[in-house]
């Protein structure tokens, strides 16, 4: 017995019609999130663009030197910095949009690879082990959260993301958990402009450029303003939440 095509086609047309109805309820949470944002994190924004500018300029310097032999090790540092930087946006998208698990799942995975570029230049970063927090040792307590959000295991944060009393499937805004992840992710942009400190020889120049340098303290000089981390401890918010 042959398909009804009429019959296939309506139920395609009601699932399109389910989806849309989805889709624009979501879209509609997450345009008011992105709308608050602007406001919300105007400074981390300032800290942000100057960690991005700072980790270009590393970037650029990097591909103007030269070596003779790559090794197998600068082929990793190098793959770890790639993909970090393909999910930029992804991470800027999901916080400012409210995905929080989402956010803190890249966020996770971007404080990994400033701790893998670290372990790599130290040689002891080793094929499918997890990197050990070192570097980003005061983002700890953090680094748990973000984990038990990646794991769906963090029953408690995620309840308090979502909404303690019934569930919402539409993200709910939280600018507090929104701007710990955006400072902790330009904190791990940073790691990665000061990785790309290192020569090609695994030394660490203590010669910044000079933009570079003016970004990336700059941005620092933001992040401590906003409590992202306090020096005089070296302790960051994280230890207090």
């Known amino acids: 017995m042959g398909k009804d095509l009429k019959l296939e086609h309506e139920l395609i047309q009601q699932a399109y019609a389910k989806v849309a109805l989805f889709r624009d309820a979501q879209a509609k949470s997450k345009q008011t999130i992105n709308y608050s944002a602007f406001s919300a994190y105007s400074k981390l924004a300032v800290a942000n663009n100057l960690a991005l500018a700072a980790m270009?300029?590393?970037?650029?310097?990097?591909?103007?030197?030269?070596?003779?032999?790559?090794?197998?090790?600068d082929r990793n540092?190098?793959?770890?910095?790639a993909h970090?930087?393909?999910?930029?946006?992804?991470?800027?998208?999901?916080?400012?949009?409210?995905?929080?698990?989402?956010?803190?799942t890249l966020v996770r995975?971007?404080?990994?690879?400033?701790?893998?570029?670290?372990?790599?230049?130290?040689?002891?970063?080793?094929?499918?082990?997890?990197?050990?927090l070192k570097a980003l040792?005061?983002?700890?307590?953090?680094?748990?959260?973000?984990?038990g959000l990646a794991h769906n295991s963090g029953f408690t944060l995620m309840k308090h993301l979502s909404g303690s009393e019934s569930a919402s499937i539409d993200p709910i805004e939280n600018k507090e958990f929104?701007?710990?992840?955006?400072?902790?992710?330009i904190y791990c942009v940073l790691g990665i402009s000061d990785a790309l400190r290192y020569t090609h020889q695994g030394i660490h120049e203590s010669r910044w450029l000079a933009d570079?340098?003016?970004?990336?303290q700059?941005?620092?000089?933001?992040?401590?303003?906003?409590?992202?981390?306090?020096?005089s401890t070296d302790e960051s918010l994280s230890n207090e939440a």
Request: net charge positive; proline share 2%.
């Open 109 to 132: 995975r971007n404080m990994e690879a400033v701790e893998a570029c670290r372990g790599c230049f130290e040689g002891k970063q080793k094929e499918g082990r997890t990197p050990v």
């Open 218 to 231: 700059k941005s620092l000089d933001i992040l401590i303003e906003e409590r992202i981390l306090i020096p």
């Open 178 to 185: 929104g701007k710990i992840l955006l400072g902790v992710h």
């Open 77 to 81: 540092i190098a793959t770890i910095i």
């Open 137 to 147: 040792k005061h983002f700890g307590r953090l680094y748990g959260n973000f984990s």
């Open 212 to 216: 570079q340098r003016n970004f990336h």
């Open 84 to 104: 970090f930087v393909q999910s930029i946006d992804a991470v800027e998208i999901c916080i400012s949009n409210g995905m929080y698990a989402a956010a803190s």
């Open 56 to 73: 270009c300029c590393g970037i650029s310097h990097s591909g103007s030197l030269s070596k003779r032999e790559i090794t197998e090790n």
